[in-house]
């Protein structure tokens, strides 16, 4: 149902340079792309995240209690993921681990800009 999420970005080339090294972990390549937007994604037909500079140029903040999840189709990508936005410069919100009983495994954290991001995936 979700075609692509937008994340509001101050420093466009910072944030650029953050998702190309963040979503190559899950093969994700940039599909779309304008000086004020980017989108990455796995293809045409799925899911996309995006970057972009807020179209009024107003500066860029984050949404209370907004969270994008990426999902990934093992704890290992969801612990190289999580490891990968950390060495980018990421601020940790959760370290990947299991999150109950259910077989949910996940990490959380902040990109560049502060925007709330986390990966998981449900294991058996």
């Not at 994008?68 to 940790?92: F, M, P, Q, R």
């Amino acid at each position: 149902m979700i075609g692509y999420v937008t994340l509001g970005t101050n420093n466009f080339e910072r944030a650029a340079h953050f998702y190309d090294n963040l979503l190559a972990v899950i093969g994700a390549k940039r599909l779309f792309e304008t000086p004020e937007f980017i989108a990455w994604g796995n293809g045409p037909n799925q899911a996309r995240l995006s970057i972009i500079k807020p179209y009024d140029g107003q500066a860029a903040t984050v949404g209370n209690g907004v969270m994008v999840a990426l999902i990934v189709d093992s704890k290992e990508k969801v612990d190289a993921v999580y490891n990968k936005a950390i060495e980018l410069g990421a601020k940790d919100e959760g370290a990947a681990g299991p999150r109950g009983d259910s077989g949910f495994y996940a990490g959380y954290f902040r990109d560049l800009d502060g925007n709330k991001l986390n990966v998981f995936c449900m294991s058996a």
